[in-house]
């Protein structure tokens, strides 16, 4: 099985650089996912970790270390339509499911 | 047009009624998932279906049921609905192959009430 672990609540300020962090405990692992929600909607499809090392997209970037089980999300020059759950998940050995973290609400003040 | 569509949006049920919830998708996946989302609980795996012919349960099966009518159809069914079911339920779809492979994407979710 797998165990995931995020934050519950964040909070930062527009413009600053925030850190999100996921740690996990598997049985297998097959890479980490970053999702962004805004409340009441669809989970979107943020970053993809398999291989150890940091991979950047524009103001976000995601981190992952196997041989620790953690990963972090990075977003840089917060925006307000930033608030929103960030959540983590693992995709096992087989890639046959993710295991979903609870989610980190972040909320970007002005 | 999206690529994930769920019917209904939204529905309010009774204690033992049968409900059913569908999924479309055009994205010409193989894969497709049904969860179930709770307040402070994330997002939990009912079912999953990698073909027509193949469905596995997920993390929370008991009190539901699936069929994969075609490659683009998965729908969820609430046997006799209880109160504990009440939730924001969305599906996702996957493929093995490409520049995306293992990405979920999801549908816009159907919130489910049940008195």
């Known amino acids: 099985g797998q165990n995931i672990d995020q934050p519950t609540e964040m909070t930062a300020t527009e413009g600053a650089i925030v850190q999100i962090n996921c740690t996990y405990q598997t049985s297998g692992f097959n890479g980490l996912f970053w999702y962004q929600q805004h409340a009441g909607e669809a989970p979107t499809f943020l970053s993809y970790?398999?291989?150890?090392g940091l991979e950047e997209k524009g103001r976000f970037s995601s981190f992952l270390s196997r041989s620790k089980g953690y990963s972090y999300l990075l977003l840089k020059e917060l925006q307000m339509k930033d608030s929103a759950s960030y959540l983590c998940?693992?995709?096992?050995?087989?890639?046959?499911?993710?295991?979903f973290g609870s989610g980190t609400r972040l909320q970007v003040q002005p | 047009d999206a690529d994930v569509t769920q019917t209904p949006r939204n529905r309010i049920t009774k204690t033992g009624k049968r409900i059913m919830l569908e999924c479309s998708q055009t994205k010409g996946h193989d894969r497709m998932y049904w969860y179930r989302q709770d307040p402070g609980l994330g997002l939990r795996l009912i079912y999953y279906?990698?073909?027509?012919?193949?469905?596995n349960k997920g993390e929370i099966s008991d009190g539901y049921s699936v069929s994969r009518q075609a490659q683009a159809k998965f729908s969820l069914s609430l046997e006799s609905a209880i109160p504990n079911q009440t939730a924001l339920y969305f599906c996702a779809t996957s493929d093995l192959l490409g520049e995306s492979t293992d990405t979920q994407y999801f549908g816009p979710g159907t919130r489910l009430t049940v008195l």
């Open positions: 970790n398999v291989l150890d």
């Open positions: 279906s990698f073909d027509v012919k193949d469905i």
């Open positions: 998940a693992a995709l096992d050995t087989g890639r046959r499911a993710l295991t």
